[in-house]
């Protein structure tokens, strides 16, 4: 599994809240990612890092943004979530000089 | 702009049948093709990668760059085949990846 987590794994959150999910991981890669996969949709990029502090948008970014102080956590944050921003997150890392993704457990969200 | 079609949402096959699950892409370049697997509560993983030329689990996948194709292939399905299975793309050079929609595979005893 790469030494990927993510948490919380599952999540309800009313309309209008702030929601934080966290990705850790234990072996210092540069880059990670935020993904929701949604059904006909398949995996959507929402945010990439490459490093501390350096991040860029993906296909879908808005309503979300992301923060990486620490090489081993990449947070995502629902500023104020809404319904369409229920869905399955996953978070990955790419390991330098490598074009594999490992990706962790998921984070179910539901906002109601 | 790289994008990734797979044109079946749904797929069944009895067991010991063929499998073919399709992938189109578009890409201006020479592109990283992927095939990843998604078992039943589990993590997506790597299945295979076009430019191993490996076999992994009976599953075989070839570039085509006249018809910017990477058809995913098996000669007998299993029963442990059922899946979400994921096309995706990388451009070389650049670690995005950019998924299709995925196919669901099911395998009929």
């Known amino acids: 599994d790469a030494g990927i987590t993510q948490s919380p794994r599952h999540k309800v959150t009313e309309t209008g809240t702030p929601v934080t999910l966290r990705c850790h991981q234990t072996?210092?890669?540069?880059?990670m990612y935020w993904y929701r996969q949604d059904p006909g949709h398949g995996l959507r990029l929402i945010h990439y890092?490459?490093?501390?502090?350096?991040?860029d948008k993906g296909e879908v970014s808005d309503g979300y943004s992301v923060s990486r102080s620490k090489t081993e956590d990449f947070l995502l944050t629902l500023e104020s979530a809404t319904s369409s921003q229920t869905s399955v997150y996953f978070c990955?890392?790419?390991?330098?000089?490598?074009?594999?993704?490992?990706f962790g457990p998921g984070t179910r969200l539901t906002v109601t | 702009a790289q994008r990734v079609t797979q044109p079946e949402k749904l797929l069944s096959v009895f067991k010991g049948a063929p499998v073919e699950l399709k992938c189109n892409y578009s890409y201006s370049g020479s592109p990283e093709l992927f095939w990843y697997v998604q078992y039943s509560r589990q993590r997506l993983q790597l299945l295979l990668r076009h430019i191993s030329r490996e076999s992994i689990k009976g599953f075989t996948a070839d570039l085509n760059k006249g018809e910017t194709s990477f058809h995913l292939k098996k000669p007998f399905a299993q029963e442990e085949d059922s899946a979400m299975y994921y096309c995706?793309?990388?451009?070389?050079?650049?670690?995005?990846?950019?998924f299709g929609t995925g196919t669901r595979l099911t395998i009929i005893p």
């Open positions: 990955a890392i790419t390991p330098d000089r490598s074009y594999e993704q490992y």
């Open positions: 890092s490459y490093g501390v502090k350096d991040t």
């Open positions: 072996e210092n890669h540069r880059y």
């Open positions: 995706a793309l990388s451009g070389h050079g650049n670690e995005k990846l950019t």
